[in-house]
């Protein structure tokens, strides 16, 4: 599978709480990272989820929202991942920010120059990368 997705997560499911029409799936990867995934109940029969089974997590890099001094902020994102700044690249519109975990994941973002600019960015800075559960779209082979 080739995907234009920037952010893959893979790790086998650790829960899975369902409702009427949505589920919730958290996975956790070999480093002990979790990702919490909110699908619809027919997509988990569909692609037959199930504790313990392994899936690919994918975010695409505009829908991480990243926020300075994020360790404490009260969201609705379920998912907060938060590290260092390790690159960044500038565009006339859009800004690539690349955040090393401490497991050495790399989660990518891409967000507007404004946005940049106002948060003043910089490599080396600490941050958290935020991403809301509905964002996360699961896969499996």
Known sequence: MKTSARNMFVGQISSIRQ??????????????????SAITKESLETLGLAQGKTVTATVKAPWVVLVKDGKDVKTSARNRFCGKISAISKGMVAVEVV?????????????TDGSATSMD?????????????????LTVE
Do not use: N, Q, R, Y
């Not at 960015?121 to 779209?137: Q, R, Y």
């Open 19 to 36: 409702g009427m029409v949505v589920c919730e799936v958290e996975l956790t990867t070999s480093s002990g990272l979790k990702i919490v």
């Open 121 to 137: 960015l910089k490599v080396g800075d600490e941050i958290c990368a935020l991403v809301k559960a509905f964002s996360v779209i």
């Open 99 to 111: 955040v090393d975990l401490p497991d050495g994941t790399k989660v990518t973002s891409l967000i």
